[in-house]
Nanobody, 120 residues
């Protein structure tokens, strides 16, 4: 499975951004898809995951209520809609895929990351 994340950029605090992660190589409709992020000088951390059917989701405490993960299995793509962004959300965002439901970063497949910068 190859994952290509996109949609990052510079946004002002309070703004919104939607990240996309396109999968190729195989259909990922049965895979759990997740987003992680790594802020400057920090460890990579879990943001959200969504199950293959889309009916199961989970979020980190910092993402809950502001971010929404979704997927379009027909397009083999997962999204992360981010709203009310804060400077603390500045990070490289990575998408990941696995057959297991995980909140730790031991997913089997990873995208290359897309940078989100939130200015104050």
């Amino acid at each position: 499975v190859q994952l290509q994340a996109s949609g990052g950029g510079l946004v002002q605090a309070g703004g919104s951004l939607r990240l996309s992660c396109a999968a190729s190589g195989r259909t990922v409709s049965s895979y759990v898809m997740a987003w992680f992020r790594r802020a400057p000088g920090k460890e990579r951390e879990f943001v959200a995951y969504i199950t293959g059917s889309g009916r199961g989701t989970d979020y980190s405490s910092s993402a809950k209520g502001r971010f929404t993960i979704s997927r379009d299995n027909a397009k083999n793509t997962v999204y992360l809609q981010m709203t009310r962004l804060r400077p603390a959300d500045t990070a490289v965002y990575y998408c990941a895929a696995d057959t297991r439901v995980l909140t730790k970063d031991d997913y089997n497949y990873w995208g290359q990351g897309t940078l989100v910068t939130v200015s104050s």
